[in-house]
């Protein structure tokens, strides 16, 4: 028996888990993230002060930046390898639940680890705790019940045993994972026990690849089969199982063409002759034109949400049907699919080979090459500047990026305007070079991901793209790049105002409303001023970031350039014109669906109504 206190056995045993796939064996908890309060800076900062040689600590500025840089890791370790997060309790835990949903739509693992008030009420209330008139056991702690795959409040150390073995468990579960939550009271943090030694022993979770059913393998290969139009839409699902070349492989043999939703962007390169590009509403009319008349759609490894289906008004031919590959059976059994549960690099697999000798129609081919040309053609036309002088547009800052990089670069993004144009234009050139969070679009998520990633793969280029809307929502962890040497490349897109929701108001009738920043003029103070006399290079600058301005195309090659050769934390600061000109074509291919008033005063939103009746008349569910 080996007498600790609770937090330090709780350090003790994250130091020896571990991960192991195909033979590979990963830390489970590399390291922790953490902001100290009196929640957790007697329990889990002393414990981490002892095992400082065990458990690497990293020093953060918010705690939801915390958990999106440890999202952020984990994604770009597959999943297989995760970060905890420590706060204290009250504010420094309620910050932690927009970080925990985001982990958790996206089914990426994290550890949260927040201070909870005492558990022996000694003095009730404490500082910063919520009373309720209901209940005694509550705590702001239950927060994030909702957004956690799994929960427990440790209010025994003997309790941590079965919580934490739980928390590893779920947290390894190729279908389970997400945010992890085991709110710790701050006086069982400090509590000591005699804990039993096998406790601490090195133990390693196997992460699964089920293989699919064999009824339900052999009803896919024939839909296959018979299928004239088939089409695969590769999700994050392809990333997460490092089934890339699986997908490949059967591309390869069959010559079904591969489109990819936001997660699934890269699962094959920009220039394989299968790969159509972006899907849904900001896919691309290659993509999309073949999703409405295909009759049989194979989903790898994707939620089908409404930006992937167009809000169901994609898939319209009459006779569609799906097959749907998924290691969690909530998903495999969407759109009314056939279900392959299953691990989505072992079910691919055994696909191609139910599938051998099986190819496409070379009419087929040939329409979906000559589509993939033509969009070609358009994605040259938004990259192209005709003047290098001048001011560039968003699209241009993309092409003068896709000019620069490699394989090796990867690109962070997550809200905005942004995210549409990457889905339609990017090329990626490898698996993990395209990295856009849109399960939860969530603003803020770039600079602290960023960080994340470049922990997981240091030496890459790791490049987050900015908006002006998503750095005033959260610069702070510049400060932490700057801290732990980080050399995060970022480009701030300065349009003075948020440009996507701009466009989608004008779409829906609501003419821009409060989405662009102007100072307030006029009799009415309306928000019609110039814009606001702020400098976000100054303020990047002012929080240790070198920062190099671009005012025209040619002072942006140079700029990304010197950014990319830089061995420090370095932002390229670029104005793009203001919130109504930031993105130019090519146009949305397919309709979302924001409800419009049904009824109203103004022009502008009688007239997105009339539109929006129109596309909705194309919805359709999938029985």
């Known amino acids: 028996m080996t007498r600790l206190t609770t937090a330090q056995a709780l350090v003790r045993f994250l130091s020896h888990q571990y991960t192991e796939r195909d033979g590979r064996r990963r830390r489970l908890i590399a390291a922790t993230w953490g902001i100290f309060g009196h929640g957790n800076v007697a329990g889990i900062g002393q414990a981490l002060v002892e095992s400082a040689a065990d458990m690497p600590f990293v020093q953060g500025r918010n705690e939801q930046s915390m958990v999106h840089a440890a ?9 297989l390898s995760a970060h905890a997060v420590t706060t204290s309790i009250g504010p420094g835990a309620t910050n932690l639940v927009t970080g925990a949903a985001l982990a958790t739509v996206n089914h990426l693992p994290v550890l949260l680890l927040p201070g909870d008030v005492f558990a022996t009420r000694p003095a009730d209330p404490v500082l910063q705790q919520l009373e309720v008139p209901y209940a005694g056991d509550v705590s702001v702690n239950d927060c994030l ?8 409040r440790v209010t025994r150390p003997e309790a941590l045993i079965p919580a934490a073995l739980q928390a590893m468990r779920v947290l390894s579960d190729p279908a389970q994972t997400g945010a992890v939550t085991l709110a710790l009271p701050q006086d069982v943090q400090a509590e000591a026990y005699d804990w039993p030694e096998e406790f601490f022993a090195d133990r390693v979770w196997h992460v699964r690849r089920p293989r699919p059913d064999a009824d339900a393998l052999a009803q896919a290969a024939d839909a296959v089969r018979r299928a004239r139009r088939p089409l695969i839409v590769a999700g994050g699902g392809v990333r997460h199982s490092e089934a890339e070349e699986a997908l490949r492989a059967l591309a390869d043999a069959t010559g079904i063409p591969v489109a990819s939703t936001q997660a699934g962007k890269g699962s094959l390169p920009h220039d394989h002759p299968c790969d159509i590009g972006g ?40 006779d569609v049907r799906f097959v ?39 009419a087929y081919e040939k329409e979906y090459g000559r589509g993939k040309e033509r969009w070609e053609h358009r994605v040259d036309a938004a990259y192209a500047a005709g003047d290098e002088d001048a001011a560039p547009t968003q699209p241009q800052v993309l092409g003068a990026l896709d000019a620069l990089v490699t394989g090796d670069d990867i690109l962070i993004n997550a809200a905005g ?10 090329r990626a050139r490898s698996a993990d070079q395209y990295h856009v969070e849109y399960g939860y679009s969530c603003m803020g998520y770039e600079i602290p991901a960023a960080i994340g990633v470049a922990m997981a793969a240091p030496g890459r280029p790791v490049w987050a793209l900015v908006g002006d809307g998503t750095y005033l929502m959260n610069p702070t962890e510049i400060v932490t790049a700057v801290q732990e040497g980080v050399p995060i490349r970022m480009v701030i897109l300065q349009n003075h105002g948020y440009a996507s929701i701009g466009g989608l108001s004008e779409a829906v009738g609501a003419e821009r409303f409060g989405t662009d920043y102007r100072q307030r003029t006029g009799p009415g103070r309306t928000y019609t001023g110039p814009p ?30 010197e950014a990319r050769a830089a061995d420090a934390p370095t932002c390229v600061y670029v104005e793009t014109g203001t919130a109504d000109t930031v993105s130019g074509p090519p146009e949305a291919q397919a309709w979302w669906d924001v409800p419009v008033a049904e009824t109203a005063t ?7 109504r009339e539109e929006y009746d129109r596309q909705v008349a194309s919805r359709r569910r999938h029985l």
């Open 602 to 608: 103004r022009p502008s939103a009688a007239s997105a």
């Open 324 to 362: 749907n590959i998924s290691v969690a059976a909530f998903d495999a059994h969407k759109m009314s699919g056939l279900a392959l549960v299953a691990d989505a690099r072992t079910a691919l697999g055994e696909l191609a080979a139910a599938l051998a000798g099986h190819r496409v129609d070379a």
């Open 417 to 426: 305007s942004l995210p549409g144009d990457l889905h339609k234009l990017w």
């Open 145 to 152: 019940r909702p957004v956690s795959r799994w929960f427990d």
């Open 532 to 561: 606001l006399p702020v400098d976000l290079a100054a303020n990047a600058q002012s929080l240790g970031m070198r920062v190099i301005r671009a005012r025209t195309v040619r002072d942006l090659r140079e700029a990304l350039a």
């Open 279 to 318: 899907i849904g509403h900001t896919g691309t009319a290659t993509a999309d034109d073949l999703a409405r008349t295909a009759d049989l759609v194979i989903g790898v490894g994707t939620r089908w949400t409404d930006f992937t289906t167009a809000s169901s008004t994609l898939f319209a031919a009459p």
């Open 71 to 79: 999202v952020g890791y984990a994604r770009q370790s597959r999943r």
